[in-house]
Nanobody, 123 residues
Framework: QVQVVESGGGLVQPGGSLRLSCVVSGTTFSLCAMGWYRQAPEKQRELVARIVSGPTTNYSDFAKDRFTISTGNAKNTVYLQMNSLKPEDTAVYFC?????????????????WGQGTQVTVSS
């Protein structure tokens, strides 16, 4: 059974920093993408940053220059370092991973989500 577990959320003052962690276990196939999404109250879930095997990183505009995504040495862990946090960064942050394999020349992807970790930026 695949488990995706986030940690590191909490309450931080504007301008502060947090580091989110996500550990993935139980996957059968390789992880070909790992990333972070967030969802604020009454808003749609949106991409924060992701790493695609290669590796290639993608950031949403609001995350550029403030957030950094990285993976651990074991490749089953992904981090999100968030600096210069703003009140508008308040949201539940979700870890998203894609496990992929090839069958008959066709890539098959499996998506998994964590349950989310709350980040609140407030004075």
């Amino acid at each position: 059974q695949v488990q995706v577990v986030e940690s590191g959320g909490g309450l931080v003052q504007p301008g502060g920093s947090l580091r989110l962690s996500c550990v993935v276990s139980g996957t059968t196939f390789s992880l070909c993408a790992m990333g972070w999404y967030r969802q604020a109250p009454e808003k749609q879930r949106e991409l924060v940053a992701r790493i695609v095997s290669g590796p290639t990183t993608n950031y949403s505009d609001f995350a550029k220059d403030r957030f950094t995504i990285s993976t651990g040495n074991a490749k089953n862990t992904v981090y999100l370092q968030m600096n210069s946090l703003k009140p508008e960064d308040t949201a539940v942050y979700f870890c998203h991973v894609v496990s992929c394999t090839t069958l008959g020349g066709t890539e098959i992807d499996y998506d998994f989500w964590g349950q989310g970790t709350q980040v609140t930026v407030s004075s």
